[in-house]
């Protein structure tokens, strides 16, 4: 569909890459909120050992989280975290290796960006949740780097280009449309609006968002210092992203940035990914250790 460029962020399944991946781990946290104050407590290291362990995300019921993992047989797996007792298991057991593990609208399924048996080929897979073999959502699409879903039949899509292009797609019918060159890797869509970031250059981070419903979009209306970001709908909206070992927390109605939390104590040197449950009481977030 595109020519390909290989982008060590989107994680192209090489040996040479693998080596050059960072040591992470995924953190949990709990989120305490009130109309005055966030306070972030109780940090715990749930993967904690050497190796890649990224891109964390929620179930719906807040009960377990899926996660990227590559151990030694330098395959990408879904793995799965469960809350309650703190349990790891692994989700996915493939030929192939599968990223980003997002939870579909239709509450039956999740969907994987797959790095299929030639290596080079990126499309979209579901696996069922209660398990069974996946099976390919759109056959015409390949070099995704990353999606989400807006509603059950579009999707946002990064797209694996020189600068990286977003789109929306329409699972149906596969049609696309560009929305922006040069976006960062975070997607979020929340009630049907889509947020990304538009990176201006190396420093500089742009939210902006989409509503399909009015076919229009607001352009960098608020500046964020970091690429990854997650979405708090509390009292205000509240966008949390990392900066090295602290926890930042930016309030758009006021105009304000704060660090919510310092976790150089733990060891943490750089915050990367942050995920949030839907009810609002966890966060999961990447930390590369010192």
């Not at 890459?17 to 972030?40: E, F, G, H, M």
């Not at 694996?160 to 929305?179: A, H, R």
Request: aromatic content about 10%; some cysteine; charged content about 25%.
């Amino acid at each position: 569909m595109k020519n390909k460029t290989i982008l060590i962020s989107l994680l192209f399944i090489t040996s040479k890459i693998i080596a050059q991946l960072p040591n992470t781990d995924i953190w949990l946290l709990d989120i305490k909120a009130n109309r005055d104050s966030i306070v972030l407590k109780n940090p715990v290291n749930i993967t904690n050992r050497l190796g890649y362990d990224n891109q964390p995300s929620f179930s719906p019921d807040g009960k377990y989280i899926l996660y990227t993992s590559i151990h030694e047989d330098k395959q990408a797996d879904i793995y799965k975290y469960d809350l309650i007792t703190k349990n790891i298991s692994q989700f996915t057991k493939t030929a192939t290796s599968e990223y980003s593990p997002t939870f579909m609208p239709d509450g039956k399924n999740i969907s994987v960006v797959m790095i299929e048996a030639d290596s080079t080929t990126q499309r979209l897979w579901k696996f069922p949740i209660r398990g069974g073999p996946p099976s390919l959502i759109m056959k015409d699409i390949d070099s995704i780097g990353y999606h989400c879903w807006i509603t059950k039949d579009s999707l946002a899509l990064v797209m694996i280009t020189k600068s990286p292009t977003l789109e929306v797609v329409n699972v149906k019918t596969q049609k696309y449309k560009v929305l922006a060159s040069n976006v960062g890797r975070c997607i979020t869509s929340v009630s049907e609006t889509l947020f990304y970031v538009q990176k201006k250059d190396s420093t500089k981070y742009y939210l902006s968002n989409y509503m399909k419903s009015i076919k229009d979009r607001e352009k960098n209306y608020y500046s964020l210092p970091n690429e990854d970001y997650a979405i708090l709908l509390s009292f205000q909206p509240i966008y949390f992203t990392g900066v090295k070992s602290k926890i930042m927390a930016s309030y758009p109605f006021k105009n304000t940035d704060k660090v919510i939390l310092d976790l150089s104590n733990k060891g943490i040197k750089n915050i990367t990914r942050i995920a949030i449950s839907s009810d609002g009481t966890k966060m999961a977030i990447v930390a590369e250790s010192k």
